[in-house]
């Protein structure tokens, strides 16, 4: 069996027999939520419904239909001893051949849930920025990077969008509400700016900055000098990260502003966190 980790698209261009395996209904404690999905091949799956026994099962099934040897339209499957399993809950799967009908049908599903996707804008695309794309780009986001600097964009991978502007903070304004901002440019003063623009609104999810706590002081100051309302001042994360883990490093500042992004998309969804 092999885990291959190419694109769904390229999975079903090289994969002409699949069904798609999806997760209708779970009860109690389940390893992934109801509309979850994956595919099966004769010989090879993409994407999981959570691994274990739960997911042998429906891989078995799966390949039952696709050899017309049997096979269920749907499994109702508890995740206890009966299948050495410990969750306690029940997954509900159900198994579709994907014709024609059922890949358009799926390719609509995956534009609808593109569309819905959190969006993340980065400002700034130099070593931490590049480094959060990086880590942003493995979870279920829409990632922006917005540079003034086109050499920095240019060594951005190719699964995060683009933004060439000499004006950052120009692009505050049209971002949709319930995004999250992150400000790491390579100058404070264009960072305060972009800063000062995304506090005015009320409207997002999270609004995070890197640097220190003297840099929040000056931060703090220059909005008081601005008017800025302390409220306001106060949604403002700096430095993003924490100061849980004193590692510096891109890598794991970018890990760290991950964890915080993802609870504040949670929270903003009125989910407990």
């Known amino acids: 069996m092999n885990f291959l980790q190419d694109s769904l698209e390229g999975f079903l261009a090289r994969e002409h027999r699949v069904v798609i395996v999806d997760v209708t209904a779970t009860k109690g404690s389940a390893p992934r939520d109801e509309g979850t999905f994956m595919l099966v091949a004769p010989t090879e799956i993409h994407g999981t419904i959570g691994g274990g026994q739960l997911e042998h099962t429906a891989i078995?099934?799966?390949?039952?239909?696709?050899?017309?040897?049997?096979?269920?339209?749907?499994?109702?499957?508890?995740?206890g001893p009966e299948i050495g399993e410990c969750?306690?809950?029940?997954?509900?799967l159900a198994f579709t051949v994907a014709d024609e009908a059922a890949r358009k049908a799926l390719d609509a599903r995956l534009t609808q849930e593109e569309r819905q996707k959190p969006q993340v804008w980065v400002f700034g695309g130099g070593h931490v920025g590049r480094a959060l794309a990086e880590a942003l780009t493995l979870l279920p986001l829409k990632v922006f990077v917005v540079e003034a600097r086109e050499?920095?964009?240019d060594q951005l991978t190719s699964e995060v969008h683009h933004r060439l502007n000499a004006m950052p903070e120009s692009l505050i304004a049209d971002i949709p509400p319930g995004s999250a901002v992150?400000?790491?440019?390579?100058?404070?003063?264009?960072?305060?700016?972009?800063?000062r623009e995304?506090?005015?609104?009320?409207?997002?999810?999270?609004?995070g900055m890197v640097g220190s706590k003297a840099k929040?002081?000056?931060?703090?100051?220059?909005?008081?000098?601005?008017?800025?309302?302390?409220?306001?001042a106060d949604r403002l994360v700096?430095?993003?990260?924490?100061?849980?883990?004193?590692?510096?490093?891109?890598?794991?500042?970018?890990?760290?502003?991950?964890?915080?992004?993802?609870?504040?998309?949670?929270?903003?969804?009125?989910?407990?966190?």
Not at 182 to 195: C, E, K, N, R, Y
Not at 216 to 232: Q, Y
Not at 241 to 259: C, F, L, Y
Request: proline fraction near 3%; include cysteine.
């Open 87 to 92: 969750c306690g809950g029940r997954v509900e």
């Open 60 to 79: 078995e099934n799966a390949r039952k239909m696709l050899a017309d040897a049997g096979g269920e339209a749907k499994l109702d499957i508890p995740l």
């Open 151 to 153: 050499s920095e964009l």
């Open 198 to 207: 995304a506090l005015a609104r009320t409207d997002l999810a999270y609004i």
């Open 238 to 273: 700096l430095p993003i990260g924490g100061t849980a883990v004193s590692d510096k490093r891109p890598e794991v500042i970018a890990a760290m502003t991950a964890s915080e992004v993802l609870l504040a998309f949670a929270a903003w969804r009125g989910e407990k966190v």
């Open 216 to 232: 929040r002081g000056n931060f703090l100051h220059h909005l008081e000098e601005a008017g800025v309302d302390r409220a306001a």
């Open 182 to 195: 992150v400000i790491v440019t390579h100058d404070h003063a264009l960072d305060f700016l972009i800063g």
